[in-house]
C-alpha cells in the first residue's frame, strides 16, 4: 500500500509516519552497504566514499508545505514532501554514481517515481548532484507500506562544492552578490574538471597495474592456496585488512546513528 492508503486507514499520527520513514532509511543503508561489498568483491574497490543519512525535522516540512501553497498536514506532508527520508551516496569517481545509481534501479522492490540529474544538467547555482525519489517498500506487522526517499549521489569533491555553497547561500540569506554566485559557478567547473582529471588518473593506475600483472585476489587458485600454506605474507595482511573493516561496518550500524562510516569498508583499491 502507498503511504496516502496508509493514512486512511486511520494511521495517521506523526510518530508512525516517522517509523515509516526512519524504516525506509534503515532499509536503503543496508541496500547501498551490501552494493558496496558486491563491488568491491567484483572489482577490488569501493565505489562509496561515505553514506550520509536524515530525516527533515517538521520545522523543515513546515516550511516546505507553506512554500508549495499547501496547509501543514500529514497527508500534504506523504503526498507533497518527496524529502522526508534522505540518503546522500558520496562516490570516489562520476562513474561510480551511474552504476550505483543503475544497481538501486535495477532492484525489484524499488520504485523510481522520478529522476534529476544535475550532474548531465547542472542547476544555476552551479550545483551537481544525481537525485532520485524512490519507494521501498516497508514491512510492518500487518501491512507492506510504500515509503518515499529521495537519494542524492555525488561525488566526494561535488559534496565538498556543495557544503560551501550551502553555508555560503545561508550567510546571505540567498542574496549573495552577484560576483560570489559567479566565483561559486566557476568554482563548480573546476569542480568538473577535477573529477575528470581523478577518473582518468584512475583509470591510468588501473592500467599500469594490469600491465604490471597484478595479481588479485580473484585470480587466486583457492583450492591450491588453502592447501599449500605458501601464501604470501602481504596478501593476507590485506585480506584481513578487509575483514576487519567489514566488521568494523558491522559494529557501527548497531548504534544506529548516523552513520557516516557505515560503508567506509577497506580502502583497498
Ligand atoms: P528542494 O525544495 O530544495 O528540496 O528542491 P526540490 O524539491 O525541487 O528538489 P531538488 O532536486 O532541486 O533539490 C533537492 C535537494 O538538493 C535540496 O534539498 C538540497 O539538498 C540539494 N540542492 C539542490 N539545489 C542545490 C543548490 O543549489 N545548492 C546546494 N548546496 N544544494 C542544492
Ligand atoms: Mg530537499
Not at 513546515?62 to 500529514?74: D, I, Q
Not at 602481504?234 to 548516523?258: K, V
Request: aromatic share 8%; with cysteine.
Amino acid at each position: 500500500m502507498s503511504e496516502q492508503t496508509y493514512m486512511n486507514e486511520g494511521i495517521d499520527s506523526w510518530n508512525s509516519f516517522m517509523l515509516l520513514y526512519n524504516s525506509a532509511l534503515k532499509e536503503m543503508g543496508t541496500k547501498v552497504e551490501i552494493l558496496n561489498d558486491e563491488f568491491q568483491h567484483i572489482h577490488q574497490y569501493n565505489p562509496i566514499e561515505y553514506v550520509k543519512k536524515r530525516i527533515k525535522t517538521p520545522e523543515s516540512i513546515v516550511k516546505k508545505l507553506k512554500r508549495y501553497g499547501y496547509e501543514s498536514t500529514l497527508e500534504n506532508m506523504s503526498k507533497y514532501v518527496n524529502d522526508v527520508a534522505g540518503v546522500r551516496i558520496v562516490c570516489s569517481f562520476t562513474s561510480d554514481i551511474y552504476r550505483l545509481a543503475d544497481m538501486i534501479r535495477a532492484q525489484d522492490d524499488i520504485t523510481v517515481l522520478s529522476i534529476k540529474d544535475y550532474i548531465k544538467n547542472p542547476k544555476e547555482s552551479g550545483y551537481k548532484s544525481y537525485h532520485m525519489i524512490v519507494t521501498i517498500p516497508i514491512f510492518l506487522s500487518d501491512r507492506v507500506v510504500d515509503t518515499k526517499v529521495e537519494i542524492q549521489i555525488r561525488t566526494i569533491a561535488m559534496d565538498f562544492w556543495a557544503s560551501l555553497e550551502h553555508k555560503i547561500y545561508y550567510k546571505f540569506e540567498g542574496n549573495a552578490p552577484e560576483y560570489i554566485s559567479r566565483d561559486l559557478r566557476e568554482c563548480s567547473s573546476i569542480v568538473s574538471m577535477l573529477d575528470a582529471k581523478m577518473l582518468s588518473l584512475n583509470e591510468a593506475i588501473m592500467e599500469a597495474k594490469k600491465e604490471q600483472g597484478d595479481p588479485r585476489p580473484e585470480s587466486w587458485d583457492r583450492n591450491a592456496q588453502a592447501h599449500t600454506g605458501d601464501e604470501d605474507e602481504d596478501e593476507i595482511s590485506i585480506q584481513e585488512e578487509m575483514e576487519w573493516n567489514l566488521h568494523r561496518s558491522d559494529l557501527e550500524d548497531e548504534d544506529g546513528a548516523l552513520n557516516q562510516a557505515s560503508v567506509q569498508a577497506g580502502k583497498k583499491a
